[in-house]
T-cell receptor
Framework: GEDVEQSLFLSVREGDSSVINCTYT??????LYWYKQEPGAGLQLLTY?????DMKQDQRLTVLLNKKDKHLSLRIADTQTGDSAIYFC????????????FGGGTRVLVKP | GAVVSQHPSWVICKSGTSVKIECRSL??????MFWYRQFPKQSLMLMAT?????????EQGVEKDKFLINHASLTLSTLTVTSAHPEDSSFYIC????????????FGPGTRLTVT
């Protein structure tokens, strides 16, 4: 079955690195995603990684995928107050028409 | 690029009335659009998958006669909440999947529905 889990909350000081973790259960995931949601807004696609990759870096964002452990992480370097938001990881399954299954979201609070 | 809009952004309606929410992909074609519902401080729950020119596929537990979905063109899908009740109050978000890159899904800004 599909199940994606995330920790609920992360507090980090401005300028430090943030690491948000996610675990999933379906080994046939095709792509894994990270989305950002600010209060009252929709979801912003931050980055995604294909399931046969181990790492992807995009400016301040680094995604690590451990397929053996079904563990996905998002590292945000030099975290800024504007990074305060809820971060959702999600997996898609090609066999399921690329439907996304979301984790519960991690609320990140950046303190000045 | 890859902008998805929703209209309205918020709506208040009375019990028993119907509300239509539009989802548009502004700068790309989307053969598939998805409708989600999000309760406060919770994750997104997929309601249905909408394919252009065909009937929507609803997730288990979602009433298709209550949540009518129409995907009339490659850039527009609509969700109509019929005979709305206060428990239908929620944040409704659509996403559009690019025809050219099926692994990319872009989300609209959401519509907050309040039923009084």
């Amino acid at each position: 079955g599909e199940d994606v889990e995330q920790s609920l909350f992360l507090s980090v000081r401005e300028g430090d690195s943030s690491v948000i973790n996610c675990t999933y259960t379906d080994s046939s995931s095709t792509y894994l995603y990270w989305y950002k949601q600010e209060p009252g807004a929709g979801l912003q696609l931050l980055t995604y990684i294909f399931s046969n990759m181990d790492m992807k870096q995009d400016q301040r964002l680094t995604v690590l995928l451990n397929k053996k452990d079904k563990h996905l992480s998002l590292r945000i370097a030099d975290t800024q107050t504007g990074d305060s938001a809820i971060y959702f990881c999600a997996e898609s399954l090609k066999a399921a028409g690329n439907k996304l299954t979301f984790g519960g979201g991690t609320r990140v609070l950046v303190k000045p | 690029g890859a902008v998805v809009s929703q209209h309205p952004s918020w709506v208040i309606c009375k019990s028993g009335t119907s509300v239509k929410i539009e989802c548009r992909s502004l700068d790309f074609q989307a053969t598939t659009m998805f409708w989600y519902r999000q309760f406060p401080k919770q994750s997104l729950m997929l309601m249905a998958t909408s394919n252009e020119g065909s009937k929507a596929t609803y997730e288990q537990g979602v009433e298709k006669d209550k949540f009518l979905i129409n995907h009339a063109s490659l850039t527009l899908s609509t969700l109509t909440v019929t005979s709305a009740h206060p428990e239908d109050s929620s944040f409704y978000i659509c996403s559009a999947q690019s025809s050219g890159a099926s692994y990319e899904q872009y989300f609209g800004p959401g519509t907050r529905l309040t039923v009084t």
